[in-house]
């Protein structure tokens, strides 16, 4: 199973930018989907961002045109860049792949607030 590490959440003001990066313990060249999840206090997770092998993306759409995802193959790394952020974006954001079976990272957390 791949092991999955999030970093680069934080407290930031409305506006204001933000990227995640999501480090694999393999190589990412050969992993179907990479994407991430958000869940915030008292709400179920929901999807936010996915990018395929071959470099197809897919937004939810609550971030698009805001959140960028993108990946390093060489670095076995996973990006989310957002831009815009605001209040509603506060969550817990996971990173996930998509092999044969799913494996999430621990999550990092994102606040945004004045």
């Known amino acids: 199973q791949v092991q999955l590490v999030e970093s680069g959440g934080g407290l930031v003001q409305p506006g204001g930018s933000l990227r995640l990066s999501c480090a694999a313990s393999e190589s990412i060249f050969n992993i179907n989907t990479m994407g991430w999840y958000r869940q915030a206090p008292g709400k179920q997770r929901e999807f936010v961002a996915s990018?395929?092998?071959?470099?197809?993306?897919g937004y939810a759409d609550s971030v698009k045109g805001r959140f960028t995802i993108s990946r390093d193959n060489a670095k076995n790394t996973v990006y989310l860049q957002m831009n815009s952020l605001k209040p509603e974006d506060t969550a817990v954001y996971y990173c996930?792949?998509?092999?044969?079976?799913?494996?999430w990272g621990q999550g990092t957390q994102v606040t945004v607030s004045s």
């Open positions: 996930y792949s998509q092999k044969t079976v799913r494996s």
């Open positions: 990018m395929s092998s071959g470099g197809s993306t």
